[in-house]
């Protein structure tokens, strides 16, 4: 009995050392309507961890799901304020709904072996979906001075190449109306983080190179 009875204690023991504190995390970064808010749980013992449950708002965006030692884990949802954008397994590595993007003007499979591009109807996946990627945009923007003196309003196109290991690369200015706003579209997509699905056909990656605009306009 006491045998049986010291096992138990030190089971319990065992437990309570192994069982991992939480802190509650709460971050917000800049003041207009695109601010963005994250609340998280970190590791006490090791708080650069994200550990259990996640969510970042940002303007009309919602992103939700948990970590699990600093790694995405299980089911993650992206919304534009209610309505659900994406659904994505990150356990599995599986897209279990998403929403086509209308944030790229066109896309194009970079093919290895004819060194050649075939455009395509379908988009690589940013996580978040397109109200998260509008609003790091907005977060991030700022309008050049030389083209608020000179009334100029336009829209510049970019091109990238989404990578099969989901990075953003080779960014580049196709064509725009000049007067900083080429310089400014670059410099805030090259804030986007490095956070996307791949493209994938027959169930393979590929790399895929996009063009999406990005709009200056002046308010009256």
């Known amino acids: 009995m006491n045998r049986t009875f010291s096992i138990l204690v030190l089971l319990s023991f ?15 970064s800049g003041t207009n309507y695109f601010a963005i808010k994250e ?3 970190v590791l006490k013992s090791t708080p650069e961890i994200k550990q259990g449950d996640y969510q970042q708002v940002a303007g009309r965006s919602v992103l939700k799901g948990q970590y699990d030692h600093g790694a ?10 209610t309505d659900l954008e994406q659904k994505i397994d990150f356990s599995n590595q599986e897209v279990l709904f998403a929403k086509p993007s209308k944030m790229f ?10 060194n050649k591009e075939i455009e395509t109807t ?3 996946l940013f996580v978040g979906g397109d109200a998260l990627f509008s609003s790091l945009l907005g977060h991030n923007i700022r309008y050049p001075a030389e083209a608020i003196e000179k009334h100029i309003q336009g829209t510049a196109i970019l091109s990238a190449i989404i990578t099969i290991d989901g990075k953003m690369v080779e960014r580049k200015i196709v064509n725009g109306p000049g007067y900083g706003i080429n310089e400014e ?5 090259n804030l986007i983080p490095n956070d996307w699905i791949p493209l994938k056909v027959d169930e393979k990656p590929v790399n895929t190179r996009i063009e ?9």
């Open 185 to 189: 579209a670059l410099r805030v997509i």
């Open 122 to 124: 379908l988009r690589p």
């Open 72 to 81: 995405r884990t299980g089911v993650w949802e992206a919304f534009n304020q």
């Open 212 to 220: 999406l605009e990005v709009n200056f306009s002046l308010s009256r």
């Open 105 to 114: 003007k066109k896309a194009f499979i970079l093919t290895q072996t004819e």
């Open 14 to 28: 065992s437990f309570i050392a192994g069982a991992q504190e939480l802190k509650k995390i709460t971050k917000r």
């Open 39 to 41: 609340t998280y749980t």
